[in-house]
């Protein structure tokens, strides 16, 4: 095992069927230090997610992690939840007891500013959710990006949508709130659907989960095995799951398990169509609007291209299956 010290990290996010999984990843990996974790409004309304994220919490037998409720809608529009995936309680209706755990006092956003500025080392920041609560750090308390290592945000995407032919869940419920995160002036990686969409456990490990005696353990192979109500079918039919956001905890353990490449990505905050999507410039080079328009500043994030699946799986199964 690696002796270099746990990197400290906070996640913020919609619980969530797969932000569950990524909290079960978070507290158990030893080269993790999971100092605060801050809901939002996104799968489900922020009070259901805070009521999930301390189920999870607890089901992992966590240590004593604060959690605070953040935005319940998005900077601009009203909150979407997305039900239909993750079920009427937002984490697959999976009949866990309520939580004996209570959120901090304090909001979203004055947690997030309490922790980032009071950990020895800088931060990184796992949002993997829409990104209203940061955009709101950000524009509230700018001074933070000072004690923040990078930022690793699942969202957006470079080929294909979710939430529309071309935009990601998380970048469409709060687009205005996804471009504030993309000029905050750390880097940023962006672990978008191109890589998200990927990595899946098969049936076999699924169900080895299922079966364990460790109630987190148990809890992860039931994420898993849940299936969004419109796919239809008993959950047993087929158990292989995706990691989903977990992915983006990945990426922050085990970094050499994504490829990126570092490239201009913008937001469209246009009404219509495109509302939402991540643009991502691959171009080799110029093209006609810049050689008669010039060219604008534009951000440069790491955009996962590749991922090595096998790996990741392999991560995940290492860290939530360990005593
Ligand atoms: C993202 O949207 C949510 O449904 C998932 O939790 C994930 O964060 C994928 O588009
Ligand atoms: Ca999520």
Avoid at 86 to 94: K, P, Q, T
Avoid at 159 to 188: C, K, Q, R, S, Y
Avoid at 308 to 313: A, G, K, N, P
């Amino acid at each position: 095992m690696s002796d270099r010290p746990a990197i400290p990290v906070i996640i913020d996010c919609d619980t969530g069927v797969d932000d569950a999984l990524a909290l079960l990843l978070a507290v158990r990996h030893p080269g993790l230090d999971l100092r605060a974790v801050t809901c939002v409004a996104g799968n489900t309304d922020v009070d259901g997610v805070v009521r999930n994220t301390l189920t999870v919490l607890e089901q992992a037998g966590a240590p004593d992690i604060p959690v605070a409720r953040g935005a319940e809608r998005p900077l601009i529009e009203p909150a979407r939840p997305a039900r239909h995936v993750h079920g009427a309680d937002g984490m697959g209706d999976l009949g866990l007891p309520a939580p004996t755990r209570a959120p901090v006092a304090v909001d979203a956003v004055t947690l997030l500013h309490r922790e980032i500025l009071a950990s020895p080392s800088p931060v990184t920041l796992i949002p993997t959710a829409p990104l209203t609560n940061i955009a709101l750090l950000l524009r509230t308390h700018p001074e933070v990006t000072r004690n923040i290592e990078r930022i690793v945000f699942m969202g957006g995407a470079v080929a294909t949508g979710n939430a529309t032919p071309v935009a990601e869940f998380n970048v469409w419920h709060d687009p205005e709130a996804a471009a504030i995160l993309l000029t905050a002036g750390v880097p940023v990686t962006m672990y978008g659907l191109d890589v998200f969409l990927r990595v899946v456990v098969p049936g076999t490990e699924v169900h080895r989960l299922r079966a364990s005696t460790d109630p987190g353990t148990r809890l992860a192979g039931d994420l898993l095995a849940h299936r969004p109500t419109a796919q239809g079918g008993p959950p047993e039919a087929e158990e292989a799951g995706g990691l989903g956001d977990a992915g983006a905890v990945c990426a922050v353990a085990d970094p050499g398990g994504i490829t990126t490449s570092r490239l201009p990505v913008e937001v469209s905050l246009a009404p219509g169509p495109s509302r939402g999507q991540t643009i991502v410039d691959r171009r080799p080079r110029p093209g006609e609007s810049e050689i008669h328009e010039g060219t604008r500043e534009q951000t440069l994030v790491d955009v996962a291209l590749e991922v090595d699946v096998e790996r990741y799986v392999k991560l995940y199964l290492a860290t939530v299956e360990r005593p």
